[in-house]
């Protein structure tokens, strides 16, 4: 499978640590997780946006 090494400050490393040990997940799917949703996140803000212009475009027009 695929890796990706990322570079963490110490204090972002011990946030991360932290909040996986809350959530009783390992790090690692800890930060997994976090990637793949906010990249989830963007495509539908994307999407999101697209949507809206579309419907600004039928909307101005309709009130030319």
Same mark, same amino acid.
């Given at each position: 499978?695929?890796?990706?090494?990322? @570079?963490?400050?110490?204090?972002?490393?011990?946030?991360?640590?932290?909040? *996986?040990?809350?959530? @009783?997940?390992? =790090? #690692?799917d800890f930060?997994? @997780?976090?990637? !793949? *949703?906010?990249a989830a996140?963007?495509?539908? !803000? *994307?999407?999101?946006?697209v949507?809206?212009a579309?419907?600004? !475009?039928? =909307?101005? #027009?309709?009130?030319?």
């Amino acid at each position: 499978m695929p890796t990706l090494t990322i @570079d963490f400050t110490l204090y972002e490393l011990a946030s991360l640590r932290s909040e *996986a040990a809350r959530g @009783d997940v390992p =790090l #690692k799917d800890f930060v997994h @997780d976090a990637a !793949v *949703a906010a990249a989830a996140r963007s495509r539908r !803000v *994307a999407q999101a946006a697209v949507g809206t212009a579309e419907l600004s !475009v039928e =909307l101005n #027009k309709r009130l030319e």
